[in-house]
């Protein structure tokens, strides 16, 4: 019996030392995000994150570039200037730890790249000087002998692909990789970086791809909150030892650079980490330190957060307020409302303040996304106070307000609807204008987000736009008229929502894989996550003009504000939201496009919401299954317009109570929680 217990004792410590050292996160962060994928099945394949958080080269490549060999391999450094360049295959972040062996003195020079266009011995560029690429760090050794070298925290690389090595010596030294190994930094709380709370699978495996390269990207973008960019830049090299925020992780704009808390990016950044990875902590960090840093006199909200800590911007102060409410839509944190519900309310004061007697917002916080053309009357930011507003009205129901706020802000939304309509449209030409003159500029924000935040009064005028977006398309995206010759993903994110919103649904799958395509299938690109922006010529040099001194190597490969298509594949395709908090009510509504099958799923406090889809021979199948309890509204497409199809819930007729309205080519229902499959024919 002794034995025994001994032996029960022993498996049990073994297990438990086991399971310590699988649930390792970034260094001595506490493990508080999941531990396993939410929704598992064969689409877990197409995730990109690494099993492991320490994870090592994939293959070796020759100085130009060249596949050598899978790794490990034989890597030497010989002599003066030699160098070997080891490809990781995807984009990752974090510190290098290097073994290895040689027979003299000499250093071995560190350069890292996130494009295979700046492979070599100088980084390429982060650190927000423009004056040049980065350049390399260095591991000295006097002697012949085995050495190992661990990058400094503050070198810490917050996201590369290629990891340059080349050998500085005056002698024949020689030198050995024996081991190449990464500590990856990003998602610090979580022990398991597959552990995705959402997940998305269909017919095409492009747009698969393209939903996961979000979803990662947007992985590589939750940072420990003492890897921000160090300002004052440095001179040269780089530093990623600012403090960024509250909490162990948060949200930042890029996985190299910024590594700051942005909130215009997280008005896409956010859906689509809702759907897919689930990690609204970081969400909720990166929105509190706005709030922290709130002028406490003027209400205005900083652009970016510390150590940045930019200002001036009147479209971004008003993310910070859209952000709030689709952090509190899809969290239900009303601790987090409450304690913050007075400064909301303070932002409101100060950008109401600032409509004029036209009814229309005159926009004197000048700094945006990267528009060349801002102030006055812009119609952007007009449409994005629009969306303040009625998000807004929301908040203070959810808030507890008491003081009618919700029928003000609705009213005052609709007053600024009609001033946009009025002094904006052109309807000469079908769109909306870039300001209420007599500007010829049509800009591709703007009109987007009117669709998306239903700022048109006709759907004529909706149809129009869509139409008139196309006139900006080439075969590899939208060039933005407001920003000539570029291509943004972080702006075509709201078109493709747009015409998705007007079952628009082919344009849309379009432009998915027009843009996003041709960037997950470049080989020059990191092959994994969503890419700041390029330009209409098919180069890397987004922004050359307009603020990043034409260093191509500068622009960010991995940017959680192109994610546009991971939401907009899940709320438009599968066509599964949440429309209260933690999904409270939901929306089912797919769109099929040229799709055959198509299914998602993603988690909320009050559970598991999954969906799917499967056309058939004579009509189609839709399946789903949420919380109990929970109501919403299913929207279904008429085989012929008009035409009530018939319709099954679960194999029985469809039944009064679910109150189904004929609305065109559309019928709706009434929804109600837990599993239930409907059969159109």
Known sequence: MAVRDVLFWLSTCFLLLNSATSLQCWRNTTCSGPTDTAFPGPWEANIFAPASRTVSPASILSKSGEFISKFPGISQLSGNGSELVFDFGIEVGGLVTLRYSTTGQGSIGLA????????G???????GGFKGPDGAIYSAFNNSGTYSYTMPDLRLRGGFRYLTLFLITNG????DIKDIKLEISFQPTWSNLKAYQGYFHCSDELLNRIWYSGAYTLQTNAVPVNTGRQVPFVAKGWANNGTLGPGDSIMVD???RDRAVWPGDMGIAVPSTFVSIGDLGSVKNALQVMYNYQNPTTGAFPEAGPPLLQLGSDTYHMWTMIGTYNYILYSNDTVFLQENWGKY?????????????SGLLNVTGLRDWARWQTGFNGSEPNMILYRTLLTGADLSIWAGDLSNLSVTWQTRAESLKT???QYCWDPSYGAFKDNATATTLHPQDANSMSILFDVVDTSAKAENISSNLLKNWTPIGAVTPELPGNISPFISSFEIQAHFAIGQTARALDLIRRSWGWYINNLLGSESTVIEGYLENGTFGYRSSRGYAFDASYVSMSHGWGSGPTSALTEFIVGLSVTSPAGGSWKLAPQFGDLRSAEAGFMTSLGKFQASWNLRHDGYSLSYNVPRGTTGEIVLHCQSVGKFPRITIDGRPVSREANPQLEGPVILLNGVGGSHTIVVR
Do not use: C, Q
């Open 419 to 421: 001033a946009i309509n």
């Open 345 to 357: 309310l303070l932002a409101m004061k100060f950008i109401y303040g600032k409509v004029g007697s």
């Open 112 to 119: 890292f790249a996130e494009s295979k266009n700046w492979i």
């Open 121 to 127: 011995e100088w980084s390429d560029s982060s650190n």
């Open 254 to 256: 890029g996985a190299k």
């Open 172 to 175: 024949t030294t020689t030198v």
